[in-house]
């Protein structure tokens, strides 16, 4: 079965330090990785997404980026921190299915950001 | 371009009566259409979908929808609240972006509540 991991749960850092938010899918091949972020009090908002190792798409403006150096790893960065990149980040992931990929998508834990 | 609205940021239940959260989506083709379940500080979970087929969809936990074209919606409901069930609900619908990547379009949540 197919599992999704995310690292680390909880972190807090100071305004203007980097970051880096890792998150690894186990038991498929060639999945479409997703990164959302939660604002307190928000719904999701899509960040980023890929359909193959290289291959990112940008959803929105901001302070932050993301890479996929391998099939099954998704890696969201930020040079400088701000205040308003606290949040509720979860990454996700759909697979093969039916005509393609499957159109539902699998959420990893979460990673909670706290920038102070 | 697709669009999901949930009528409702905040719905209270007795325990053991019906839930009923609302979702209406806009969509330019025939929808695939989502519930998810998020508990506090916890990924989302996929309760149940509507791909094609049957229009009503049961799912995890006691769960239904039920998909109705002609109205654009496709409401969430359990006929006996359980205290478990307390958590933020999400209805979402799928769009087809570059390549093969299968997007999610999220509605803003509904907390559910259940009094004792």
């Known amino acids: 079965s197919q599992t999704i991991h995310q690292w680390p749960a909880t972190l807090v850092q100071p305004v203007g330090s980097p970051l880096s938010l890792e998150c690894t899918v186990e038991?498929?091949?060639?999945?479409?990785l997703y990164w959302y972020r939660q604002a307190a009090g928000r719904g999701l908002q899509l960040l980023f997404y890929?359909?193959?190792?290289?291959?990112i798409s940008s959803e929105v403006p901001q302070n932050l980026s993301a890479s996929r150096p391998q099939d099954r790893q998704f890696i969201l960065s930020s040079k400088k921190l701000l205040l308003s990149d606290s949040g509720f980040y979860l990454c996700?992931?759909?697979?093969?299915?039916?005509?393609?990929?499957?159109?539902?998508?699998?959420f990893g834990p979460g990673t909670r950001l706290t920038v102070t | 371009a697709q669009s999901v609205t949930q009528l409702g940021s905040h719905v209270s239940v007795s325990e053991g009566a019906l839930v009923l959260l609302r979702c209406n989506y806009s969509?330019?083709?025939?929808?695939?259409l989502f519930w998810y379940v998020q508990y506090p500080n916890q990924g989302l979970q996929l309760l149940l979908k509507?791909?094609?087929?049957?229009?009503l969809v049961k799912g995890i936990n006691g769960f239904e929808a039920e998909f109705k074209k002609s109205e654009t919606s496709f409401h969430l409901t359990k006929p006996s609240a359980h205290m478990s069930d307390a958590a933020e609900y999400f209805c979402?619908?799928?769009?087809?972006?570059?390549?093969?990547?299968?997007?999610?379009?999220f509605g803003s949540g509904t907390q559910l509540t259940v009094l004792p």
């Open positions: 969509s330019s083709v025939p929808p695939y």
């Open positions: 038991g498929t091949s060639n999945p479409n």
């Open positions: 996700a992931w759909n697979g093969p299915g039916a005509g393609g990929h499957s159109y539902e998508q699998y």
């Open positions: 890929s359909v193959g190792i290289g291959q």
């Open positions: 509507y791909t094609t087929g049957a229009t």
């Open positions: 979402a619908v799928s769009v087809i972006s570059s390549g093969s990547a299968r997007q999610l379009t």
